[in-house]
């Protein structure tokens, strides 16, 4: 029996663990939340919530803002009608979604170091080149190594994909131009990775029920 009671706490304090959603600082100004949809609609009603939505030449007229919030340990699928530059139309839905998926949402966001990605690192566009080695001279010889430029790559259409999050008076906002297409020819721009996966963890998350 207490084995079994041992073993319980254990998982609940894992579980507890699994659940928690960090304390993170902003990465905008005043003047960008006063100017901020999500921050003026949404600001202190919930305890935190995470917002995902696409800008791009087809998508400027008429975008959803999904949002996946919780309050009192209570998660809730808000979605938001977002006509070009103006203020948030209507709340399209609001329900509730089970505990285990807004747990599991942030423990995978946990795994992609999300709480701490950069704007600038998830916006690498290319590669610098490497300064030529010199050797040393051999026989009279200077050998010198040169390594080429790596081809700069742009996209000319696509999508720019915004996560923000909020948590009392605190704005986070990642903005990432065309992340897949990059991240395809870049790999080794890891926080981009990170970006793109933290991306489709919310989808699938909103998507679940």
Not at 48 to 65: C, D, P, Q, S, W
Not at 133 to 141: E, G, L
Not at 184 to 197: D, E, S, V
Request: glycine share 4%; hydrophobic share 40%.
């Amino acid at each position: 029996m207490n084995r079994l009671l041992l073993v319980i706490l254990i998982l609940l304090s894992i579980y507890q663990t699994y659940a928690q959603i960090p304390v993170f600082n902003s990465n905008v100004n005043d003047d960008f939340k006063a100017k901020s949809l999500l921050f003026k609609k949404l600001k202190h009603k919930y305890d935190f919530l995470i917002a995902y939505h696409v800008e791009g030449i087809t998508r400027m007229k008429n975008a959803k803002i999904q949002i996946i919030a919780v309050k009192n340990k209570k998660w809730r699928k808000l979605t938001f009608i977002y006509e070009g530059k103006s203020c948030l139309k209507r709340r399209l839905t609001s329900k509730k979604i089970d505990k285990s998926i807004g747990n599991e949402l942030i423990a995978n966001l946990g795994k992609e170091n999300f709480w701490t990605l950069e704007n600038d690192s998830i916006n690498y566009r290319e590669i610098k080149s490497k300064p030529p080695v010199t050797r040393k001279p051999i026989n009279d010889t200077v050998f010198v190594i040169g390594y080429k430029p790596e081809r700069t790559l742009v996209a000319i259409d696509g999508g720019s994909y915004y996560l923000q999050m909020m948590q009392g008076d605190n704005l986070r906002v990642y903005k990432s131009n065309n992340p897949d297409f990059y991240f395809k020819y870049y790999p080794q721009f890891l926080h981009i990775g990170n970006f793109i996966r933290s991306r489709d963890a919310f989808i699938d998350a909103f998507g679940t029920f």
